[in-house]
């Protein structure tokens, strides 16, 4: 079993950063496809970002440009920076991971709690 910490949501203005973390809770996390989803109330989950355990990454389009993940597996961390966040932006952020094809979607085995985010305008 896999666990997984999401950290780094808060209120920013339209236009501010935000850098929100994902720890795993062993290393064997780094063999897993690791997605970022966001969620609001009333709305279907949607597929931010996904990277691979070799640092590929795959964008929504609603992240292209401004949304970049990583990874420091050495920390069995994920990482979604986030700029030029804009209003419609605001949702819970969850970290998934899984195997299977990786890209911005799809089920995932393991999830964590989710990490709120809010941008005013």
């Known amino acids: 079993q896999v666990q997984l910490v999401e950290s780094g949501g808060n209120s920013v203005q339209a236009g501010g950063s935000l850098r929100l973390s994902c720890t795993a809770s062993?290393?064997?996390?780094?063999?897993?496809?690791r997605v970022w989803f966001r969620q609001t109330p009333g709305k279907e989950r949607e597929g931010v970002a996904s990277?691979?355990?070799?640092?590929?990454?795959r964008y929504a389009d609603s992240a292209k440009g401004r949304f970049t993940i990583s990874q420091d597996n050495a920390k069995n961390t994920l990482y979604l920076q986030m700029n030029n966040l804009k209003p419609e932006d605001t949702a819970m952020y969850y970290c998934?991971?899984?195997?299977?094809?990786?890209?911005?979607?799809?089920?995932?085995?393991?999830w964590g709690q989710g990490t709120q985010v809010t941008v005013s305008s």
């Open positions: 062993r290393d064997t996390y780094s063999t897993f496809c």
């Open positions: 998934a991971a899984g195997r299977g094809v990786c890209y911005p979607g799809g089920l995932r085995d393991y």
């Open positions: 990277i691979t355990r070799d640092g590929t990454p």
